[in-house]
C-alpha cells in the first residue's frame, strides 16, 4: 500500500524563515526547544463539483472561533484561568460573543484588524506597474503577475467571487450568496486514507530536486560531510519527537525511512496526518539548523506498509543496495570530472 503526499515543506520553509520577523522570542522559541518546531497534518476533501469548493470556503468557522478566541483570552488577561473563562463562553452564539466583547471589555469585533476576523485568501492576478517614464514625462506601463493577500467578511457570498475576476477563469460566476452550511456536511467530503493495522509502517521521505539544491550551496562531491550531518541530526530530532512509534530510521543522501511499530497507532493511523506531520517535522528541522539557506528545500513523503518483519528487513537490504549502488556512480563520476573530463564525457565512460 503506497500512499505519496506532496507540497508541506516548502510551506514550512517560508513560516520559519519569516517567524524571526514577527515573534521577538524567535531565538528562544525555536533555536532552544524543539518541541516547539512546527509541523503539519493535512487532510484530503474531494468535492465534486465547483460550486462546493466555495460551499467548503464557507462552512469554516473563522469567524465564530475568533469570537471565542478574543473573549477567551480577554477574560483570562483578566484573572480567570482557561477553565473558568471557557464555562463562561461556551454555547455563547455570535451575538452574545459579541455583547460580551463590547460591554466587558468596549471592545467592538467589527472594528478589529481584517486578518483576525476574516478570511485570508491568496489569489493571482495581474497588475499594471509603472516601469519608467518618457522623455516627455508619460509613464511607460508593464503587465505583471503578482500574487496578493485578500481579506473576506463573507467570502461565501457571490460579491466577493465576482469582483475577483482572476478566480472567474476557473469558478465562473456565480449569482447566489450560501448560508448556513453545517460543518458535518462539509466534513462528509473529506477523506481520510487508514493504513493497515498490524503491519510496519514506513515513512519514507525524499528531496525534491536536491541536484539544484546541492549545486545552490556548493555541496562538496560526491559527499558532503554536512549536508549529510544535517540529515542525520534532522532524523534524530524526528525520532525525539515521535519516541513512543518510530523505532527505527534509515537514511542515504536526500531520503530517510522511519519505521513505525505494527501496535502504534497514531492519528488512528491516518496516513495523511502522519506523512505530512513527520514530513513538516523534518524540514523544519532542515530549516532550523541551516546556517545560510539560499534556497528552500523541499521533501516529500509516502507511507508503505509490510506485514511482517522479513520483508521489512528485504525493504531495508534494498535501500541499501541502492545506496552502494548510487555511492560507486556518483564517485566514479565526480572522480572523472575533478581530473578533467566534463560531466557528458564522464557519464559517457
Known sequence: MLLPYHGYSSQLFCLILRWEKVDPFYEYSLRNYNFLLPSTGESYLVHPRKPFKRIFCGGRICHLSDQHEQCLW?????????????????????????????????????????????????????????????????????????????????????????????????????????????????????????????????????????????????FVKPNDDRALNLMNLCAVSVLEKF?????????????????????????????????????SFFTSTHVMRWSELKYPPCFDGRAVCYPSTAILRDYLSRRQVDCHINNQYNSCFWKLVASGKSKREAQNV
Open 243 to 279: 519516541w513512543e512509534d518510530i523505532v527505527f530510521a534509515y537514511g542515504v543522501s536526500d531520503e530517510y525511512s522511519f519505521i513505525l511499530k505494527k501496535t502504534s497507532y497514531p492519528y488512528q493511523r491516518r496516513a495523511n496526518k502522519m506523512v505530512s506531520t513527520i514530513v
Open 74 to 218: 480577554r477574560l483570562v488577561e483578566h484573572g480567570m484561568n482557561e477553565n473558568e473563562a471557557w464555562d463562561i463562553i461556551k454555547g455563547f452564539d455570535k451575538s452574545e460573543l459579541n455583547n460580551l466583547l463590547f460591554d466587558e471589555f468596549n471592545v467592538n469585533y467589527n472594528t478589529l484588524e481584517p486578518i483576525f476576523r476574516e478570511v485570508s485568501c491568496v489569489l493571482k492576478t495581474v497588475v499594471e506597474d509603472i516601469v519608467k517614464y518618457k522623455d516627455n514625462g508619460a509613464p511607460i506601463k508593464w503587465h505583471r503577475r503578482k500574487i496578493i493577500t485578500v481579506h473576506s467578511k463573507k467570502i461565501a457570498g457571490k460579491r466577493f467571487w465576482n469582483e475577483h475576476t482572476v478566480l472567474l477563469k476557473d469558478f465562473g460566476g456565480f449569482v447566489e450568496d450560501i448560508n448556513n452550511v453545517t460543518p458535518e456536511y462539509v466534513r462528509s467530503f473529506e477523506f481520510h486514507s487508514k493504513l493497515m493495522p498490524s503491519t510496519w509502517i514506513v515513512v519514507r521521505i525524499d528531496g525534491c530536486h536536491f541536484d539544484r539544491f546541492s549545486e545552490l550551496h556548493e
